[in-house]
């Protein structure tokens, strides 16, 4: 069975500190997706990237990067210089293909506070 | 850019009604979800389909069941409402392995 795993509940940081938001996962499959949502305020999960587990590249947008490493299962998020805005809940999630459809799975998500 | 919609933003229901929230999605994807979410559990798997009139179970299948009759609509029911499925219902769809969301239903069973 496929899990996600957020360790941090809540981060409360200080604007234009860097944080990073840590996620374990746990498959059995060979193939699968990787996943960062957020989910500011107002209530609805924004997508923010996907990662196949075959590119361990690392990715950079804009003040966001993500660190992905297979020999860890993780697939960690890091904001740059925080600001006010950033302050969400942040999911990473976790898609395997099945015999019938592909599955997604959350972690429990990770509070993120900037303050000014 | 991928819409999902789903019926009602609130919902206020009594114990043993039974109720219908509704998602609808405008991009001809294949897989939908239901995820209910609440607070220190994340999001939970209800139901998905991968297909139209199918359906797997996910990881909290009990009290609720699904419709999808057509592939844009997909359907989550609970067919007698009680005090513990107060909760903010998510309806999800996705083609490539990732999952765009709907707005978020606040149900509240009293």
């Known amino acids: ?116 | 850019d991928v819409k999902v919609t789903q019926s009602s933003r609130y919902l206020v229901k009594r114990t043993g009604e039974k109720v219908f929230l509704e998602c609808v999605q405008d991009m001809d994807h294949e897989n939908m979800f239901w995820y209910r979410q609440d607070p220190g559990l994340g999001l939970r798997l209800i139901y998905f389909s991968y297909d139209v009139k199918m359906k797997e179970k996910g990881d909290i299948p009990e009290g609720y069941s699904v419709s999808r009759e057509k592939k844009e609509r997909f359907s989550l029911i609970l067919e007698s409402a009680s005090t513990n499925q107060t909760s903010m219902y998510l309806c999800a769809s996705s083609f490539r392995r990732g999952a765009f969301f709907g707005q978020g239903t606040r149900l509240t069973v009293v």
Not at chain 1, 37 to 58: A, M, T, W
């Open chain 1, 1 to 116: 069975a496929q899990k996600v795993t957020q360790a941090q509940t809540e981060i409360s940081v200080v604007e234009k500190e860097d944080v990073t938001l840590d996620c374990v996962y746990e498959t059995r499959d060979t193939t699968y997706y990787l996943f960062w949502y957020k989910q500011p305020p107002s209530g609805e999960l924004v997508f923010l990237i996907r990662r196949n587990s075959f590119d361990e590249q690392n990715e950079i947008s804009g003040r966001y990067s993500w660190n992905f490493q297979k020999s860890t299962s993780s697939f960690n998020f890091t904001i740059t210089a925080s600001q006010v805005v950033d302050s969400a809940v942040y999911f990473c999630a976790l898609s395997e293909l099945g015999t019938s459809g592909s599955r997604l799975t959350f972690g429990e998500g990770t509070q993120l506070t900037v303050n000014p």
